[in-house]
T-cell receptor, first 115, second 114 residues
Framework: GQQLNQSPQSMFIQEGEDVSMNCTSSSIFNTWLWYKQDPGEGPVLLIALYKAGELTSNGRLTAQFGITRKDSFLNISASIPSDVGIYFCAGLDPGRGSTLGRLYFGRGTQLTVWP | IAGITQAPTSQILAAGRRMTLRCTQDMRHNAMYWYRQDLGLGLRLIHYSNTAGTTGKGEVPDGYSVSRANTDDFPLTLASAVPSQTSVYFC?????????????FGPGTRLTVL
């Protein structure tokens, strides 16, 4: 199956620092999504991007849908301890006709924030 | 609003046993999905359903079956469990076909097959 290249694989940062992670694909997507997963829980949607070039913010989080439609990045500003978790990017192929669009996931970025 | 619920939360199962993981959503989404999450491999799609009465195979369907008798429920069955099916299983749902289609996940079922 298709795999998105997400980097970095892990990050260890100090509270207050900014964080940046990105995702690239060999295929074009119409939608990019960013999820966060806390230990023992399901992924929770953080930001959804629906248009090439779109820049969207959600509090301290900012994400962009790349112009080529093959990449996206997520920035977290002024990190805090509760930002700890695994962040996943996902690209949605909308499908054609009755074929269901598939959601392809990156392998995740494990974020650790030291107080 | 509960969103998506999954049961059981966790299960230890002997190899060869049959097991059904339950998933229910109350958002009236037309599409539902089953993923497994394994360390280092991320989330992989097992089966999906874009509307009640229809199902399709995802990336790793072997050893699993699903049914979609109504909009809200999407059970995943392991007919004869094997140790390689030890994983965390997530159910998700979305409003497929909308421009703003995004998937929402349940809390997961942790399955161990011995």
């Amino acid at each position: 199956g298709q795999q998105l290249n997400q980097s970095p694989q892990s990050m260890f940062i100090q509270e207050g620092e900014d964080v940046s992670m990105n995702c690239t694909s060999s295929s074009i997507f119409n939608t990019w999504l960013w999820y966060k997963q806390d230990p023992g829980e399901g992924p929770v949607l953080l930001i959804a991007l629906y248009k090439a070039g779109e820049l969207t913010s959600n509090g301290r989080l900012t994400a962009q849908f790349g112009i080529t439609r093959k990449d996206s990045f997520l920035n977290i500003s002024a990190s805090i301890p509760s930002d700890v978790g695994i962040y996943f990017c996902a690209g949605l192929d909308p499908g054609r006709g009755s074929t269901l669009g598939r959601l392809y996931f990156g392998r995740g970025t494990q974020l650790t924030v030291w107080p | 609003i509960a969103g998506i619920t999954q049961a059981p939360t966790s299960q230890i199962l002997a190899a060869g046993r049959r097991m059904t993981l339950r998933c229910t959503q109350d958002m009236r989404h037309n599409a539902m999905y089953w993923y497994r999450q394994d360390l280092g491999l991320g989330l992989r799609l097992i089966h999906y359903s874009n509307t009640a009465g229809t199902t399709g195979k995802g990336e790793v369907p072997d050893g699993y079956s699903v049914s979609r008798a109504n909009t809200d429920d999407f059970p995943l069955t392991l007919a004869s469990a094997v140790p390689s099916q030890t994983s965390v299983y997530f159910c998700a749902s979305s409003e497929w076909g909308r421009r703003t289609d995004t998937q929402y996940f349940g809390p997961g079922t942790r399955l161990t097959v011995l």
